[in-house]
């Protein structure tokens, strides 16, 4: 078999034709899938009935997008690709906007928002936790980010999610967990998402604790990641509690009591997909 010459190689303009005639191809499948999304809003009426979020089904897109890349596309690249065709076609459904507490740091939480949502969904900007809370409980169907961890003066913000008509964390960002992300700030989703399109994975709960002390945050550590405020209205601390799949509330509990805490109240306020943890590329 003879091998191939110069001759046979595919010239500069052929390689160009081929990536235009992909560009075309994406685009043409992107306006597919856009139709496609004009007849489920037919179907399902969403904009007249309800959230279109759903976590489960964003979750599991993800993690299938991961596990087929391959090449020299960076993954952060697709995955805020992805991330945007899903808020923006989400937002084509039923028009939200994005609450994000800028407290915790203005240009990460910019990052963040901008990476997961793109600049089609309108981002609205806070100064404090509570205040984004606030004004995704007024709306209709809008979304909130506020920091995973404790910052200062952000206090408890998630004791507003405890009732049963409030919104409730509905996810994690980024939800693909890796050293070298470039939107790396640990962020919670609040929202409303319909019961069915949940996903559960890891528990979160509201947690108020008498007697709260470095032994008691040492005794629940292994089990669950906390953010905890000083609640000087019981000499103790109100926790957000993130119980990990196969965890159990009543465990961690039962562990704050052993260490000397009193358990004085504890609410459901969300869900989560378990993050999808990859190495550094």
Known sequence: MSKPTVHDAPSLTDLRNEIDRIDETVHSLLMQRGDIVDRLIKVKKTQESGSAFRPAREADMMRRLVKRHHGILPLDTVESIWRVIISTFTYVQAPFSVHADLSAGDAHMRDTTRFHFGFTVPFVPHMGAAGVVAAVSESKGDLGLVAAFASPGGGAWWTALEFDAAPKIIARLPFVDRSDHPAAMPVFVVSRAAPDAMVKEVEVWSIRVA???AAAAQAI?????????????????????????????????????????????????????????VGAR
């Open 221 to 277: 550590a292994p089990l669950a990641e906390v953010v905890a405020v000083p609640d000087r209205a019981f000499d103790g601390a109100a926790l957000l509690v993130s119980v990990p799949d196969g965890g159990n509330i009543d465990s961690i509990t039962g562990q704050l009591v052993a260490a000397g805490a009193s358990v004085r109240a504890k609410a459901l306020v969300g869900s989560h997909a378990t993050r999808y943890t």
């Open 211 to 213: 007697g709260w002390s």
